[in-house]
């Protein structure tokens, strides 16, 4: 190692770039890339005997990765994703074998460990093909891949991406108000699909601007401004409720109110095979995921589709048989009676009046209609324990003047209500009763 370190340092030493054309530049990068790959290799197979061996203790760090940030000069976080890596290679032959011969970056090394340690039937197929795809192409199949393994639980997963949601800002050492954050992918889909469209709507109201006539004191020719600075303007415009030079947004917390005047749903394409939607669920080579954000539960696809269009393209062997374009929206008439008879979320105790969402009480796949009496409105956080945590939503009141809703938790199997197994035996049907 000391040699080969040593001839790398010469040759750096005498490298002159711009002596070279561009085919041999970009030759030497090549082999560069190998080089780094190899050296992520070597580090990912050394790290994981650097922490059984005590090693980091004795030099008075605190973990594995504190030692290993500090030989490398990197991040804790990065020597942490390396250590992880390292430890599942053991049960990885073929992952292995392709590290060590340069084949994977570091990045790509870390998804295709963490995909096949769930699933190691699929290390083979994810293996294929991912010397010469683009990282990004490797994550995708990555993440379907982890979404479909026996052993991991779309629901749970769902569930953890929406416990771990958070907005954290600050202040920089120029005054830059920053901020940074995570939510789930269905409303960071929700998020880019009014804003990247808001973003356009600047961009050309600002260019027809320029094309007027300047005013006084006005500048005839304004500067570029990148797309990173229309979504910021656009992303303030969506919170704030403001207008540009067109209006560009409805309020960003919909009061039932809002809920009328509603425009079209936004588009947010969901790819769903139709074997999975009918099933409930997706299985290794299936697909149900948002477009460009990553898989999703079944049961949130067809969540998403309560008040929504879908446009249904079904497949055979990965052929399309036929298209369907199936309008599940919730008209404005109907809107009107929902939004005058619930005027906040509908659960008991709750009379959230912000962030109403329409909801099918029985959903439309078990049957349930489109129908005044089989809507409400819940907030945000209610639907979400209704649809992911399989909370009950019941109506028992006579009249739209006097619906009196129950929302209650799913009963532990086998005591459904009409069981009588979760009641004093006094109080418990005969056919409930246990035999003694």
């Excluded at 800002?169 to 108000?177: E, K």
């Excluded at 109403?356 to 209609?369: P, Q, R, S, T």
Aim: proline letters at 8%; charged letters at 25%; glycine letters at 8%.
């Amino acid at each position: 190692m000391a040699s080969v370190s040593d001839a790398l340092a010469a040759l750096l030493a005498d490298l002159d770039p711009d002596t070279l054309v561009g085919p041999d530049a970009a030759a030497l990068y090549a082999d560069f890339a190998k080089v780094e790959r190899l050296g992520v290799a070597g580090k990912t197979l050394l790290a994981p005997r650097i922490a059984t061996s005590g090693q980091w203790e004795a030099e008075g760090h605190r973990s594995p990765a504190g030692l290993l940030a500090t030989l490398e000069g990197g991040s804790a976080g990065q020597a942490k994703r390396t250590l992880a890596t390292g430890q599942l290679l053991g049960s990885l032959p073929s992952v292995e074998e392709a590290l060590r011969q340069g084949k994977l970056s570091g990045q790509k090394a870390a998804e295709i460990t963490d995909a096949a340690a769930l699933d190691p039937r699929a290390e083979t197929e994810l293996l294929a093909g991912s010397e010469h795809e683009s990282l990004q192409a490797t994550k995708e199949r990555c993440q379907r891949s982890r979404a479909t393994s026996t052993s991991h639980d779309p629901m749970a997963a769902a569930q953890r991406v929406h416990a771990k949601r958070h907005f954290s800002h600050w202040t920089d050492a120029q005054g830059s108000f920053c901020y940074q954050g995570s939510d789930t992918p269905e409303r960071g889909a929700a998020l880019l699909a009014r804003l990247l469209p808001a973003a356009n709507r600047l961009r050309s109201a600002r260019r027809a601007a320029a094309t007027d006539p300047p005013r006084d004191g006005a500048p005839a020719d304004p500067p570029h401004e990148p797309d990173a600075a229309l979504r910021a303007d656009a992303l303030f415009l969506l919170v704030t409720g403001g207008r540009a030079t067109s209006p560009t947004t409805e309020v960003a917390l919909a009061t039932a109110d809002d809920l009328v005047d509603r425009p079209a749903p936004v588009t947010v394409m969901v790819r769903v095979d139709r074997d999975a939607l009918l099933r409930g669920h997706a299985e290794p080579g299936e697909l149900c995921e948002l477009d460009g954000h990553g898989p999703i539960p079944v049961p949130l696809a067809k969540a998403l589709a309560t008040d929504a269009f879908w446009s249904v393209v079904f497949t055979e062997a990965g052929d399309i048989k036929a298209v369907s374009h199936l309008g599940r929206t919730i008209n404005q008439k109907l809107r009107t009676a929902l939004t005058f008879r619930d005027r906040t979320c509908v659960v008991p105790g709750c009379a959230m009046p912000y962030g109403l969402e329409i909801d099918h009480v029985k959903e439309m796949e078990f049957g349930g209609a489109t129908t005044l009496d089989n809507l409400a409105l819940l907030c945000t956080h209610h639907h979400r324990l209704k649809t992911y945590d399989g909370w009950i939503l019941q109506r028992n009141g006579p009249t739209d003047e006097d619906p009196r809703w129950s929302f209650t938790p799913q009963p532990p199997f086998g005591q459904g209500p009409d069981l009588g197994l979760d009641r004093p035996d006094h109080d418990r049907p005969p056919e409930a009763t246990p035999r003694k």
